[in-house]
């Protein structure tokens, strides 16, 4: 466990806040006509908009994917996005080396060169490759090293060229085990989650290093080489607003900072073309926020068609009104705001509730004494007691939605908890930067893109015929069972009735 270090630690994270872990954007006006490109793992995420924003600028560019289907689909959006038509798809298969020597043979009888090749694929997940590998260090590291290397002298031949291969910031928390690659051909034993994350943690490692020896190899030649940590966005929130604008419905964004959410507005309003974007403080760490939106909503709207509580963090510290911050915001606030706007919801023929919780709850737990005594789901300063608090933050969301729909029973309100998917967002923000390390990697185990993440909210905000499912749990835009702690319903109960009292509404 990573102890919070304070004094001096916070002072060097507050100062990488501001230089190494700024929101990144690209500033170079750079045209790639003429150079060719592979991208792995190009059929969605962060591979995908590389390719979409190397082929603007004019490059051809090659989708090294597993699924052709998807890969196929990427090139067409692409190719309608930016109308360059040197996008196409060549099947790599990472966790196969000879996928990989059989796309490299490929690539060097067909194309004459190549000046930029970004190791981008990577993964999180058990089992083996094809080769009785890890799969985490065969796709991750083995397959972007093998590739590398067959492509070399293709990027000598066409310099200055790059090799950028994608990194995190989970390499602080890896090492490599030579004894255990040459005995098990992995990085580590065991198949829990935790033992995953370290997994991926010392294939990340395992990147930085294979740039950092590359590096030395190609002196003297014309290739550079990086390696980076791709940094995080927010976004379900403002891709779902930005989806329902454009579908025509008034949104309101309701945020605390509001210079971000007004630069949010224009970004909607100038991509959508509606003007019916409006932005309303609320700060969800202040149950006296929360009641004041809900009085200037109530008279400033007349209907409520949906309400989507998707803001959620993983921080230390408390709320304003003395609550563990992570219950606060999470659960709390959500909770007594869906309280205070049910009749206006009610008003409307048919509104919905959607809730973003996280598959995070299977580890979740709630423990009513200590909550009623310390107003917090957990305690303890360790990174992974941060993450537990989190995980019981989320089973307090999912069982919210499900005592809320036996409430709303007869009513014309239906809600619905969702899991939004794989999705790279600022969700630790606020923690310190050891336990960022220790977060963020987590981060892409429960969490795709923001506006691929979205899609499981948006289904459950506009889908017909799902009414009846009011109350359950949707992932990848289906109803999913939860586990049996997750519809206990004496627990749903007494999570409502203990929320109650907290909120001063019993």
Known sequence: MILLICGGIVAVYLLLCVTVLKIPKCKSTAKLHGKTVIVTGANT?????????????????ILACRNESKAQSAVAEILRETGNKEV???????ASLQSVRSFAENFLKKESRLDILINNAGLLM???????????????????????????????????????TVSSLAHLLGNVDFNCINTHKDLGLGNSDFALLKLYSHSKLCNILFTHELAKRLKGTNVTCYSLHPGGNTGIGKATAMDLAGRGMRVILACRNQQKAEAAINDIKNTTGSNDIVYMELDLGSLQSVRAFAETFLKTESRLDLLINNAGLVADGRT??????????????????????????????????????????RW????????????????????????????????????FSHELAKRLQGSNVTCYSVHPGVVKTELSRHVSLWQKV?????????????????????????????EHLSGRYFSCCAVEEVFANAKDDAVAKKLWDVSELLCGLS
């Not at 908009?49 to 051809?60: K, Q």
């Not at 196409?88 to 298969?93: A, E, I, S």
């Open 45 to 61: 995420g962060i591979g995908k908009a590389t390719a979409l924003d190397l082929a603007r600028r004019g490059a051809r560019v």
């Open 438 to 466: 220790f977060i963020e990697p987590v981060a892409r185990l429960l969490f795709l893109d923001p506006k691929t993440g979205a899609q499981t909210t948006l289904h459950c905000a506009i889908q017909e015929g799902i």
């Open 88 to 94: 196409l798809y060549m099947h790599l298969d990472l």
């Open 126 to 164: 058990g089992g083996k490759t094809q080769d009785g590998f890890g799969t985490i260090f065969g796709v991750n590291h083995l397959g972007p090293f093998l590739l590398t290397v067959l492509l070399l002298d293709r990027l000598k031949e066409c310099g200055p060229s790059r090799v950028v």
């Open 364 to 399: 979740g737990k709630i423990d009513f004494d200590s909550l009623i005594s310390t107003k917090d789901l957990g305690s303890g300063r360790y990174s992974w007691q941060f993450f537990q608090a989190y995980c019981n933050s989320k089973l307090c969301n999912v069982l």
């Open 320 to 361: 304003t009104d003395g609550f563990g911050i992570e219950f606060g915001v999470n659960h709390l606030g959500h909770f007594l705001l869906t309280c205070l706007l049910l009749d206006r919801l009610k008003e409307s023929p048919a509104s919905r509730v959607i809730t973003l919780a996280s598959m995070a709850y």
